[in-house]
C-alpha cells in the first residue's frame, strides 16, 4: 500500500524542505501537531514548530496517547497530525489498531525514519527497524506515503484530506533530515 | 471508601446537556444507565487512553465541558497522560479516577502497588494545581458542583470499593452506532 515508490524510488541525496513540509501541513489544516521528538524531524519541523510557527504543538509523554488525542480532535472538526519517529510507531501498534484501524478514525502520522539511509527505499532499508515498517502498515491496511525528495512535498496535503475524505489512517514516512 | 454508583449519581447531577463524558470499562457500564446520553464518548480503542482522546476532545471543543472517568488500572497504564495534561492546560478537562485497587474489567487481579499508590500525589508531582482525594461521600457529593464548574484541569481521586462481577455487552462501548451517534450530537452543538 505504500504510495511512494515512484519518483522517490531514484531519490539521490537531494535534500528536504523543512519550510516546505511546515507550509504543506498548514495548507492541509492541520491545527494541531502532537509529537514526541524524532530526531529526523527534530531540527527542520519539530524546532520551527516549538518556536511558533504554528500549527499548535501538543508535547505528549508517549505516542500511543498522541493517537487518541489525534483521534479526539477528529471529532471536533480540528484536524492532528502525530509527528514521531518509527520507534514510537512501532510502540504504538495497538492503539493504532484499536482507535485508527478499527473505529476507522482519519489518524494521520508523520513519521521520521531514525537511520534510514539516504537515497535507499525504506523496504530496501538494511537496517531492520527501517525496512519492516512498510510492510507492517501493509498487514494492518494503513496507507502509506514515502517522502524523499522535494518533489514528494506535495503529497502529504493529498494524503491528509484522503485520510479524512474516508475516515481512515494514514502515515507519511520522512526518509531524509529536512533542513 | 465509597460506592461507585453512588459517586457517579453525584456526579451525573452536576452534568450539563452540553457536556462530554468518557467514563471507562465497569465505571462506563454503570455510567451510561445513570446518564444515558449520545455525548458519551464510550470508544476507547485500548486500554488507557480515555484522558488523551478526552485531551483531543478538549482542544478542539474548548467551549465544551469534557469529563474523564478514569480507572485506576487504565490510568496506570498511561501514566504520561497527567503530565500531558498539566502541560497543555486545557480549562475544560476534568479528569475523575476511580480507584478501587483491581482490574474489575479483567478478573479482579490488585493493581501493581494496590494500598501505596496515590493518584492525587502523582497528579500533583505532574503539575496539576487543583487535585482532590475522597474516601467520604458526603465530602463528595459537597464538592464535586464546584470542582465541575471550576477552571481545569482538575484531578479528582474517587476511593471505592470494587463492585465485583457485571454483565457486560460491550456492543454497549464499541458499536460503530455508539460512535456516530456522539458524532452526530457533537456536530449538532
Known amino acids: 500500500m505504500s504510495l511512494g515508490e515512484g519518483p522517490a524510488a531514484a531519490s539521490t541525496a537531494a535534500g528536504l524542505s523543512g519550510e516546505n513540509i511546515l507550509r504543506e501541513i498548514r495548507a492541509a489544516g492541520i491545527g494541531f501537531v502532537v509529537s514526541v521528538p524524532d530526531i529526523t524531524t527534530s531540527e527542520g519541523l519539530l524546532r520551527p514548530l516549538a518556536k511558533g510557527a504554528g500549527p499548535r504543538l501538543i508535547r505528549v509523554c508517549k505516542e500511543d496517547e498522541g493517537v487518541a488525542i489525534c483521534a479526539g480532535l477528529s471529532y471536533t472538526g480540528q484536524r492532528g497530525l502525530l509527528l514521531i519517529q518509527q520507534t514510537g510507531l512501532l510502540d504504538s501498534i495497538n492503539a493504532i489498531r484499536g482507535v485508527a484501524v478499527e473505529y476507522s478514525l482519519p489518524v494521520c502520522m508523520m513519521v521520521g525514519l531514525l537511520e534510514k539511509e539516504v537515497g535507499v527505499m525504506p523496504r530496501q532499508s538494511k537496517r531492520y527497524g527501517v525496512r519492516i515498517v512498510e510492510p507492517i502498515l501493509d498487514a494492518m491496511g494503513i496507507s502509506c506515503h514515502n517522502v524523499e525528495q522535494e518533489s514528494d512535498v506535495a503529497k502529504i496535503g493529498p494524503a491528509i484530506d484522503a485520510a479524512y475524505a474516508d475516515s481512515k489512517p494514514t502515515v507519511i514516512l520522512i526518509g531524509q533530515r529536512p533542513s | ?144 458542583g464546584a470542582i465541575l464548574t471550576e477552571p481545569g484541569p482538575a484531578f479528582a481521586c474517587l476511593k471505592i470499593v470494587s463492585s465485583g462481577e457485571q454483565q457486560r455487552d460491550y456492543s454497549r462501548l464499541h458499536g460503530p452506532h455508539v460512535r456516530k451517534a456522539f458524532r452526530d450530537a457533537l456536530g449538532a452543538g
Open chain 2, 1 to 144: 471508601m465509597m460506592d461507585r454508583r453512588e459517586c457517579l449519581k453525584a456526579i451525573a447531577r452536576h452534568v450539563g446537556d452540553g457536556d462530554i463524558v468518557l467514563p471507562v470499562y465497569s465505571t462506563a457500564f454503570d455510567w451510561i444507565d445513570i446518564r444515558p446520553h449520545p455525548l458519551n464518548y464510550l470508544s476507547h480503542g485500548a486500554m488507557g487512553l480515555a484522558s488523551s482522546h478526552a485531551l483531543g476532545l478538549a482542544l478542539g471543543r474548548p467551549d465544551k465541558k469534557v469529563i474523564v472517568l478514569d480507572g485506576d488500572g487504565s490510568l496506570l497504564m498511561n501514566l504520561g497522560t497527567l503530565v500531558t495534561i498539566a502541560e497543555a492546560a486545557p480549562k475544560n478537562l476534568i479528569h475523575f479516577v476511580c480507584e478501587n485497587g483491581t482490574y474489575e474489567a479483567n478478573g479482579g487481579h490488585p493493581i501493581p502497588g494496590r494500598g501505596r499508590v496515590s493518584f492525587a500525589d502523582m497528579a500533583r508531582a505532574a503539575g496539576h494545581t487543583s487535585v482532590y482525594e475522597f474516601s467520604d461521600l458526603k465530602g463528595f457529593e459537597q464538592q464535586v
